[in-house]
C-alpha cells in the first residue's frame, strides 16, 4: 500500500539508521552517486543530515530518504531479504560480500556476479574434474 509505505518513510524508526543522499558534485549538482549520511534532526517534513565522509549538513525532504541496510558480518546472499530494496542498498550489500571474495549474490533466483574471474576466490569453481562434469 502506498500510504503505508509514505507513512514508514516519514517516520522515524526506533533508532535512526544510516540514510543515503544524493552526492553533489564541485558545482552543487546532484550527481548519480550515494553518500551515507545521519540524521541529525527531523522537522516539518525535513530532515537535517550529516554526510559521514565530508561531514556535510543538508537538510531534505522526509520523503527523499533512503534508509541503509545493517548489513550482517558476510553480507546478505538473497538481496530480497533485505529491509530496504533501492539502488543505493543493493549496491552497498554488493560491495560489502565483494569486499569479503563474495563474488555470487542473488536477488531471488537471478544471481549476480561481481568479477567472478578473480581466481583466488572462483579458483575452486574451475578445478578440472568440475569443468569435465559440464562440458
Not at 33 to 61: F, I, M, N, Q
Not at 127 to 135: D, F, I, K, P
Request: hydrophobic share 40%; net charge negative.
Amino acid at each position: 500500500d502506498a500510504t503505508r509505505l509514505w507513512r514508514t518513510q516519514m517516520e522515524a524508526p526506533a533508532s535512526e539508521p544510516l540514510v543515503y543522499v544524493p552526492a553533489g558534485d564541485e558545482k552543487g549538482e546532484v550527481s548519480l552517486l550515494y553518500e551515507e549520511a545521519r540524521v541529525l534532526s527531523r522537522a516539518d517534513g525535513a530532515v537535517t543530515l550529516e554526510t559521514l565522509e565530508s561531514g556535510e549538513v543538508r537538510t531534505l525532504p522526509a520523503e527523499q530518504l533512503l534508509y541503509a541496510n545493517e548489513l550482517p558480518e558476510e553480507g546478505v546472499e538473497d538481496m530480497t531479504r533485505l529491509n530496504y530494496l533501492h539502488e543505493p542498498a543493493l549496491l552497498a550489500n554488493l560491495r560489502h560480500r565483494f569486499a569479503r571474495d563474495h563474488v555470487y549474490t542473488y536477488t531471488g533466483k537471478i544471481c549476480i556476479a561481481v568479477n567472478p574471474f578473480n581466481w583466488q576466490v572462483s579458483k575452486p569453481l574451475y578445478v578440472e574434474s568440475l569443468l569435465r562434469t559440464y562440458r
